[in-house]
């Protein structure tokens, strides 16, 4: 069974402009997280999607935003680049809230550098 | 929210050794608590969880022990190898395995 697949791997933006990141879960898994990791903050939670919803959220600003659609593949948005928004970011999937099973699965990450 | 602490932040033992390392949690609804391993460039890997209503689990050299009272937890490493070097993250949740909250990682570095 494939992994997390995350593409794309590399990104090299400049201050200002925007991005998007997208996120294909394992095969039957539903639920798709997303997290940034820097080396100063570690690995922060932006948020969960589940049945094309969000279902939790983490504490990024709004220019931080996600969807799933309905073959659970996944996108986060990040809007007027930071330089601070420099990080990888993880996608990680698990199966549906009603299975019992939660175990989350990371992507490789995309690495994103804001000039 | 919650708030995940995790000592040490480094941490080298000699081949064979133990190691162990500690998490603290501060909500008390957290029911779920993950440990993953990140080697250098890879992705983090989930190498044992475990639930609010579980003291202890052990898989074969690795255990980990939770504390609801104390609100902590902690991963034991047996008889250490070189391949077990990589940051271990130990993370909490509220949500039964969602949003889960990770605390800031400890590299450990097993010498031959």
């Known amino acids: 069974k494939a992994g997390v697949t995350q593409t794309p791997r590399y990104l090299i933006k400049t201050r200002g402009q925007q991005v998007t990141l997208s996120c294909s879960p394992i095969s039957g898994h539903r639920s798709v997280s997303w997290y940034q990791q820097t080396p100063g903050q570690g690995l922060q939670f932006l948020f969960e999607y589940f049945s094309e919803t969000q279902r939790n959220k983490g504490n990024f600003p709004g220019r931080f935003s996600g969807r799933q659609f309905s073959n659970s593949r996944s996108e986060m948005n990040v809007s007027t680049l930071e330089l601070g928004d420099s990080a990888l970011y993880l996608c990680?999937?698990?199966?549906?809230?009603?299975?019992?099973?939660?175990?989350?699965?990371f992507g490789p990450g995309t690495r994103l550098t804001v000039l | 929210g919650e708030n995940v602490e995790q000592h040490p932040s480094t941490l080298s033992v000699q081949e064979g050794d133990s190691a162990v390392i500690k998490c603290t949690y501060s909500?008390?609804?957290?029911?779920?608590f993950p440990w993953y391993k990140q080697e250098l460039g890879k992705r983090p890997q989930l190498i044992i969880d475990?639930?609010?209503?579980?003291g202890e689990k052990k898989d074969q050299r690795i255990a980990v022990t939770l504390n609801k009272t104390a609100k902590h937890f902690s991963l034991h490493i047996t008889e250490t190898q070189p391949e077990d070097s990589a940051v271990y993250f130990c993370?909490?949740?509220?949500?039964?395995?969602?949003?889960?909250?990770f605390g800031k990682g400890t590299s450990l570095l097993v010498t031959p």
């Open positions: 993370a909490a949740s509220i949500d039964s395995g969602y949003a889960l909250n």
């Open positions: 475990i639930r609010s209503n579980v």
């Open positions: 990680a999937s698990s199966l549906a809230p009603t299975s019992g099973r939660n175990e989350q699965f």
């Open positions: 909500d008390s609804a957290s029911n779920y």
